[in-house]
């Protein structure tokens, strides 16, 4: 079984931290991609940060100078450091990563977390 499950939510006050750790696991090929979006209630899901193999991380403009995405020490994990939190930064956040698990693929396939919750209070 091939799945990305991100973990760390949690409820906080306004100008704490909150580090969030995904992992992809299950017979994988090869990791192109790792990264978070997050969804607020009666929003649009928008990208948080993500990082791909021989890239820059990007972020979203509403986390630059706050949020840090990083690499464990194994590929299949990445880590969310989010500092300075904002009661907007109030959501469901999803790991997401594109994932080779197969021989003779040409294009990952993309893997959803079930989500974790993040609230911060003012």
């Known amino acids: 079984e091939v799945q990305a499950a991100g973990v760390g939510g949690g409820l906080v006050s306004a100008g704490g931290s909150l580090r969030l750790s995904c992992e992809a696991s299950g017979d994988i090929f090869r990791v192109n991609e790792m990264g978070w979006y997050r969804q607020a209630p009666g929003e649009q899901r928008e990208l948080v940060a993500s990082?791909?193999?021989?890239?820059?991380?990007i972020y979203g403009d509403s986390v630059k100078g706050r949020f840090t995405i990083s690499r464990g020490a194994a590929k299949n994990t990445v880590y969310l450091q989010m500092n300075s939190l904002k009661p907007e930064d109030t959501g469901v956040y999803y790991c997401?990563?594109?994932?080779?698990?197969?021989?003779?693929?040409?294009?990952?396939?993309?893997?959803w977390g079930k989500g974790t919750q993040v609230t911060v209070s003012s």
């Open positions: 997401t990563a594109n994932l080779i698990v197969a021989w003779g693929k040409m294009r990952g396939q993309d893997y």
């Open positions: 990082v791909a193999e021989h890239s820059m991380p």
